[in-house]
Structures are given as C-alpha cells and as structure tokens.
C-alpha cells in the first residue's frame, strides 16, 4: 500500500508565502513523479505542478513564476513553495504519487487526503 502525506497549508494573505511538502512511502516502490493538484469549491481538481523522478518539473500556467516544486531532503519527498499568493490560488491541495512496483509488478497513483490553502485579499 503506498501512503501520501502533505503538510503546510494554512491562511496567508495575498502575496504572502506558503510552503507545502509531500512523502510518499510503501513497501517495494519506486516514485515516477510527484504531483500538486488542487481543487477549489465547485471547481475541477487542477494540475499545478509535476516533478519527476530525475527532477523535470513543469507547471500550470497560472502559477509559473511563483511556485517552485523541488525534490525535498528525504527519498520521495516533495515541497512546493508558493510565493506570491493571490485570492485565487485559495484551494485544497494534493499531493499525487505515480509509484510501480517493479517486483509484483504493479502501478498506479496515490494520494494525499489534501491540505487547506487560504489566501485572504
């Protein structure tokens, strides 16, 4: 079973920062890329930001030049540093892993059970 845990979300006011991590972990897997999504009320869940595995990153285009995904100090870990906040990056945010399990073998996705970001004007 693989297990996806963020951290860090919280109220901050436009233009502020917030920083969010990611683990993922499970017995046997190896992690493709880690995902940022995000949903906000009555609206689809969005991407927001991909890394892979060997560190390519890409974004939204409504978040490049502010938020910054990287590989976090820890094995399949993940932050996203959100700078320059705006009302409308207020949502819940996932974190998604694309894991395989070359030994059973097996693949798919995991997330995260999501973490609250308000940003007040």
């Known amino acids: 079973q693989v297990q996806v845990v963020e951290s860090g979300g919280g109220l901050v006011q436009a233009g502020g920062s917030l920083r969010l991590s990611c683990a993922a972990s499970?017995?046997?897997?190896?992690?493709?890329?880690l995902e940022w999504y995000r949903q906000a009320p009555g609206r689809q869940r969005e991407l927001v930001a991909i890394?892979?595995?060997?560190?390519?990153?890409n974004y939204a285009d409504s978040v490049k030049g502010r938020f910054t995904v990287s590989k976090g100090n820890a094995k399949n870990t993940a932050t996203l540093q959100m700078n320059s906040l705006k009302p409308e990056d207020t949502a819940v945010y996932y974190c998604?892993?694309?894991?395989?399990?070359?030994?059973?073998?097996?693949?798919?996705?995991?997330w995260g059970q999501g973490t609250q970001v308000t940003v007040s004007s």
């Open positions: 499970g017995n046997g897997i190896t992690i493709n890329a």
């Open positions: 890394l892979g595995s060997s560190g390519p990153t």
């Open positions: 998604a892993a694309d894991w395989i399990n070359y030994g059973e073998p097996s693949a798919g996705r995991a």
